[in-house]
C-alpha cells in the first residue's frame, strides 16, 4: 500500500535528524535566525555550512517557512481564490480520480494539486482565470489537439486544458484511468 504524504515526511525526517543528529526543530530555528530571507539562500547556507543535502535542506526550509503546518484544505481554496468559477472542474477531476482506487493519493500544494498512487500520475493547476490544467503520465502516448505533449523534462508527459466541468468527459476519464493504471 502506498505511504501518505505525512509518513513520508515523517521518514525523510527521521533521516534528516539521523544524520546530522540533531532535530528538526533546531534546523528550522537556526534557518530562522539566519537573517536569510530568500529560499535559495537558506537552502545554500545548509547545505555549504552543515553539509546538507538538497532534498534535507528544503525540508527545513521549507518547514521554517510553516508550509508543513499548512492545511490542504486552505492550500486548495488558496488555489482558487478569484477563480471560483473552475472549481467545479477540480472537483470533477478528484471525485473520479477517487474513484480509481483505494490508493489514490491526493496531495495539494500552494499552486496545483498532485494526484499519486506509487508516483504522481496527473496534476491540477489552476492555470489562468478561464482554464485549469490537467498533466498527465502518459510516457509514450502519442499526443492529440486536446492531449497535448509536454516538452520532455516536464513535471507531466501531456496536458489538457479544461475550461468547463462538463469537459471531464469520458475521454479524459480514460486518459485520467490510463495514467492512474501506469502509475
Avoid at 52 to 59: I, K, P, Q, S, T
Avoid at 69 to 97: H, V
Avoid at 127 to 153: H, I, S
Wanted: glycine residues 8%; neutral net charge; contains cysteine.
Amino acid at each position: 500500500m502506498a505511504k501518505t504524504q505525512e509518513e513520508i515526511l515523517a521518514a525523510h525526517i527521521a533521516g534528516m535528524e539521523a544524520k546530522t543528529g540533531k532535530p528538526l526543530a533546531h534546523w528550522v530555528k537556526l534557518v530562522q535566525s539566519s537573517g536569510l530571507e530568500k529560499h535559495g539562500e537558506q537552502v545554500k547556507m545548509l547545505k555549504e555550512q552543515h553539509g546538507f543535502g538538497h532534498g534535507h535542506a528544503n525540508m527545513v526550509c521549507q518547514a521554517a517557512k510553516g508550509r508543513f503546518e499548512a492545511d490542504e484544505g486552505d492550500m486548495l481554496s488558496g488555489q482558487y481564490e478569484g477563480k471560483e468559477s473552475l472549481r467545479p472542474i477540480y472537483d470533477a477531476l478528484e471525485a473520479f480520480a477517487k474513484t480509481l482506487g483505494d490508493d489514490v493519493e491526493i496531495a495539494p500544494k500552494k499552486t496545483a494539486v498532485a494526484f499519486r498512487r506509487s508516483k504522481n500520475f496527473a496534476v491540477v493547476t489552476p492555470a489562468t482565470k478561464t482554464r485549469v490544467d490537467l498533466g498527465l503520465n502518459l510516457k509514450g502516448e502519442t499526443g492529440t489537439l486536446r492531449l497535448a505533449e509536454e516538452k520532455p523534462g516536464s513535471m507531466c508527459t501531456h496536458k489538457i486544458k479544461l475550461q468547463a466541468a462538463e469537459e471531464v468527459d469520458d475521454e479524459v476519464k480514460a486518459w485520467l484511468k490510463a495514467a492512474y493504471e501506469r502509475a
